[in-house]
Structures are given as structure tokens and as C-alpha cells.
């Protein structure tokens, strides 16, 4: 799970190696949460709309965007930030 915290504009993520990446044609306000939930496909703001129309046409599918085992460096970098922005990433272990 991935989420934005603005206040900025297209927030963007992108993994460094294989340069896949997820951005999203929003502004987020101060206090605004966009949630990508990759294993479940779905992107809302603020828990109460879904967003997932926003994403750019270089973004790769929400479902696709899964991390390898081992250490995987991403980058935000949304088009226009403060130093308020945020983005944070939970994610847990798939071993069985």
C-alpha cells in the first residue's frame, strides 16, 4: 500500500531499477490522503472516492506495481511539492 500526502501535485512514485512507476493527474491539499492499494487495484482520496481514473497514461497498472524480494530503492517525486508532502509505503511479507 502506497499513500500520498500533499499538499502536492502528481504525486508520482517510481521503482529505480526497473523504472515502473505510479502517477497520479491530482493536486492533493494539505491533509489530503491518496491510498494506492496495489494488491487490491484501488487509488482513494481520503478513503471516500476512488481516484483511479487520475492515473497517467505511464503509469503502470496498480496491480502490477508489486515489490521483489529484497531491497527495492522507489522515489517520490511529485511535479510540485512542499516540505509537507509525504508518501509512505506499508507493505508485508508474501512468504508462506
Not at 491510498?35 to 481520503?46: H, W
Request: glycine fraction near 4%.
Amino acid at each position: 500500500m502506497i499513500v500520498f500526502r500533499g499538499p502536492c501535485s502528481m504525486p508520482t512514485v517510481t521503482e529505480r531499477v526497473s523504472k515502473r512507476r505510479l502517477r497520479y493527474a491530482i493536486d492533493l491539499a494539505a491533509g489530503d490522503e491518496l491510498v494506492v492499494d496495489t494488491a487490491n487495484g484501488t487509488v482513494m482520496l481520503n478513503n471516500t472516492a476512488s481516484r483511479r481514473h487520475t492515473a497517467m497514461a505511464d503509469s503502470s497498472p496498480e496491480e502490477l506495481f508489486l515489490l521483489e524480494p529484497g531491497r527495492t530503492e522507489l522515489s517520490f517525486r511529485p511535479d510540485a511539492a512542499t516540505p509537507d508532502a509525504l508518501m509512505t509505503v506499508r507493505w508485508r511479507s508474501a512468504e508462506w
